[in-house]
């Protein structure tokens, strides 16, 4: 089976790996890199898969996402563009995160879900261009750093 590519940026914080997509300019990379640095404050380990394409398969029931080599270990940084960062090749996909324009994303997320390649995954929308609240509540979804113990 061929692999298909999805327009996003894929983290692993922890043992979860979360596939964060949008619209071009709406702060993915921005986002993967606040949890990333978050993340090694907080020490739960985080690391990019991939950043702006993501090549999706299905592997024992779970959808696993890797980096095309031609991308391998860069990630985009605002206002100086690719910049080599520490990564690992591939990561199952514990969450999706849709990347929203303000007025369409919700206040409170519901529990909701969407199918990629044929498997459901957990969905979260959170505003675009704000990678300090998404942060938050990505940690919170996933029960990291402050929200651990809860």
Known sequence: MTAALCHGTLVVLGSKGVL??????????TL???????????????????????RLSVERGA??????SSIAGLIEVWG???TPIVHQ?????????K????AQAPRLNEDCSETME?????MIELEAK?????SLAIMAKLRLGPFAAC
């Open 89 to 97: 090749e591939s990561a199952k996909i514990d969450l999706l995160v």
């Open 80 to 82: 100086v563009g690719p």
């Open 20 to 29: 964060i997509t949008g619209p071009s300019g709406s702060g993915k990379s």
């Open 32 to 54: 993967a890199l606040k949890l990333i640095v978050t993340g090694v404050g907080a020490g739960f380990f985080p690391r990019l898969v991939s950043d702006d394409q993501v």
């Open 118 to 122: 044929g498997i459901s995954l957990p």
């Open 99 to 102: 990347l929203v324009p303000k």
């Open 130 to 134: 704000n990678a300090e609240a998404a």
């Open 63 to 68: 959808l696993i996402g890797s980096v095309p």
